[in-house]
């Protein structure tokens, strides 16, 4: 079975500008979770869909948001920019999301300049 | 509001010693605990999930335990390897999502 897979990997993008990250989540698994990573903050939760509908949500800016297709994969949106933003986005996908056991893409790593 | 805390944050040991990673968190309300490991700018890998109703889980020379009450979770790791050099976080689940440690980083010295 593939894993998470995440596109693209690697991205350089401008301040002000706006971003697309997409994850496809494994075969069947219908939860998807976006994480950012950065050094001084760490791990923190962005927001989760299943099918479709948003259940939960971090304590993100509105310039962050995110959707989920009716095949489960998912994009995340970032608009204008921030030098701040930049981080290794991680998606996670679980089967239910109860949570259940999740598992990692390989992450998309952001440089905002 | 849930606060995971991970120690020590930095560990260095000689292969082949046993180790005891620490997790806290300030909510017991949780559903789960999952441990990853992360190697650097990597993502993260799976290692162990627990249920709130279990008290431990094992895989391989991996063992984590969890005392729901307390807000506690070990990972124990047996003879260590070169190979398990990397960052382990800890990660209690709220409502529909995982709340995430600092992490330890580990080296284990060949």
């Known amino acids: 079975k593939a894993g998470v897979t995440q596109t693209p990997r690697y991205l350089i993008k401008t301040r002000g500008q706006q971003v697309t990250l997409s994850c496809s989540p494994i075969?069947?698994?219908?939860?998807v979770s976006w994480y950012q990573q950065t050094p001084g903050q760490g791990l923190q939760f962005l927001f989760e869909?299943?099918?479709?509908?948003?259940?939960n949500k971090g304590n993100f800016p509105g310039r962050f948001s995110g959707r989920q297709f009716s095949n489960s994969r998912s994009e995340m949106n970032v608009s204008t920019l921030e030098l701040g933003d930049s981080a290794l986005y991680l998606c996670a996908s679980s089967y239910f999301g109860e949570p259940g056991e999740q598992y990692f893409g390989p992450g998309t790593r952001l440089t905002v300049t | 509001k849930q606060e995971v805390t991970q120690i020590p944050a930095a560990l260095s040991v000689p292969e082949g010693e046993n180790l005891v990673l620490n997790c806290s968190f300030t909510?017991?309300?949780?559903?789960?605990l999952q441990w990853f490991r992360q190697d650097p700018g990597k993502g993260l890998t799976s290692l162990l999930l627990i249920q709130s109703s279990q008290r431990e889980q094992t895989s391989g020379r991996l063992n984590a335990s969890l005392d729901k009450s307390s807000g506690r979770s070990t990972l124990y790791i047996a003879a260590s390897q070169p190979g398990d050099s990397a960052t382990y976080l800890c990660?209690?689940?709220?409502?529909?999502?995982?709340?995430f440690g600092t992490g330890t980083r580990l080296k284990v010295l060949a």
């Open positions: 990660a209690p689940s709220g409502t529909y999502k995982y709340i």
């Open positions: 075969s069947g698994h219908r939860s």
């Open positions: 909510d017991s309300a949780i559903y789960n």
């Open positions: 869909y299943f099918s479709e509908t948003q259940r």
